[in-house]
């Protein structure tokens, strides 16, 4: 038996309005065949050198179905509306009927009736948010055109989001001409963002003395000048997704808070300007979002979602799921341990002063795995790196906004901010014991609270940090 052959992708048109040649003209263009039931014999005369398109006169009103009706599916490009529902009377049973008219708010489309494209105020705003784009990626071509030593930073450790909003930056000043260089403020310490870094092998390195100096042209990503506390850098460009803080200035500023990531900013320039984006970057850019949005869960806008569809199929998604596979290093472990073993639980909120820690991420890491702990909406797990005091926040973003409480507490005496479902704070201690971060940590979070219950908090934590600290993971493997 030989196989049966397709047929070949057809449509009905029915009507006679101004939409009917457009329509006609739209799936003709894409060898689809199209027969069209029409009144109006000009619109057959212009309709004949059309090829694979097949005109049936009816009589006027369309009051009856022809006797040649073609099945499903149908569009019926007709302006008055109760000829319209008169056509669908007459039509075989299928959800396949669309209307195609001009635009009106006054006369809403009849119930029923599906739309062949989006409605021209919905094609005009994304006309003008790719305009917007293209503005701003000429704006940033413009700041880089002859430029020597462009500089592009990121806040403290690289992490996913800063670096893929980083290299896209970099590829948008390339087609400037300019070569930057991408710098950040510590090294990267938890190992898929050093995973990340060795799968990229950019050249990201920590920030040299004098190479700020040097820079012609400044951009901070994902941050922005403020979080510097001590020397912040003169920017001319701030890209980022937090909150704007008061002293952000600059000659080029896209502050999106609404976004998820600062890496879908990047994604839209390049993607409205028609910019190459290699897989390398598609990667980066992908994980930099998914990173930030727990997979789109936390903090997604729809634009996320949209960029995060346009760098799926680009993206070495199997080099994704190999990070995210690799989610906790064994160092981690008794971090996790003892940080779940010297909780303070506070109604709906768990608290965790972890004492000296190597990196802050492993407040970040206990803070992500205890908000998975039934009844609890938010978590505050803090540590002590280099003199300074982290907090990290995280919240289920239903009752707490995470991102203000870390401002209101922390946000005149150190860095603090974030999201409704994330936030940081980082104080200098200025000389000031471990022991006495704890009560700087419980004052500033609990302004409110009783003396005597703040008391009990403070003596709690501090009992905590003379405990046992966490194994060297070596004791635990075996030779072999």
Known sequence: MEPAVAAPPHVTVIGHNSQTLPTVGFFVAGGIAVHVYTSNEAIRDQLAPYPGVTTTLVPGGYETRPDDLDPPPYFIAVEDSVIAE???S?????????????DSRRRPRPAGFLSLLPAQADNREQ?????????????????ARGKRQPLILM??????????????????????????RI?????????????????????IEPL????????????????????WRENPPQAQVVIDHHPRREDTQAPFIDLRESYGSTSTILTEYLFDADIPVNRKLATALLYGIV????????NASSADIRAFDLLHDQADRHFIARLEKSQVPMTMLDYIAWGISHRVVYGEMVLIHFGRVPSAD????????????????WVVCAGVIDGTLVVVFRGDGHRQDVGKRATLAFGKIGSAGGHRTMGRAEVPLNDASISDSVELLVNNLFKRMRDRRRTRFIRTLKGHLQARRPTDPEEFELSA
């Open 90 to 102: 007459w039509l075989p049973a299928t959800t396949a009927q669309f209307l195609v008219r001009r």
């Open 291 to 298: 990173t930030d949005t727990d997979d789109l869960k936390r």
């Open 183 to 203: 710098r950040c403020g510590g090294e990267a310490h938890r190992y898929q963002n050093k995973l990340l870094l060795s799968y990229l092998k950019a050249s």
């Open 127 to 143: 006309v003008l948010r790719r305009l917007e784009a293209l503005k701003r990626v000429d704006q940033l071509m413009h700041l």
């Open 86 to 88: 008169r056509i669908r």
């Open 208 to 227: 040299s003395p004098g190479e700020l100096e040097a820079a012609d042209l400044v951009a901070v990503v994902d941050a922005q000048p403020g979080f």
């Open 362 to 377: 492993v407040c970040v890491q206990v803070a992500d795995l205890i908000l998975l702990t039934c009844g609890i909406t």
């Open 155 to 180: 806040y403290g450790d690289p992490d996913p989001d800063a670096v893929g909003a980083a290299l896209g930056l970099a590829t948008i000043w390339r087609q400037a001409g300019c070569e930057p």
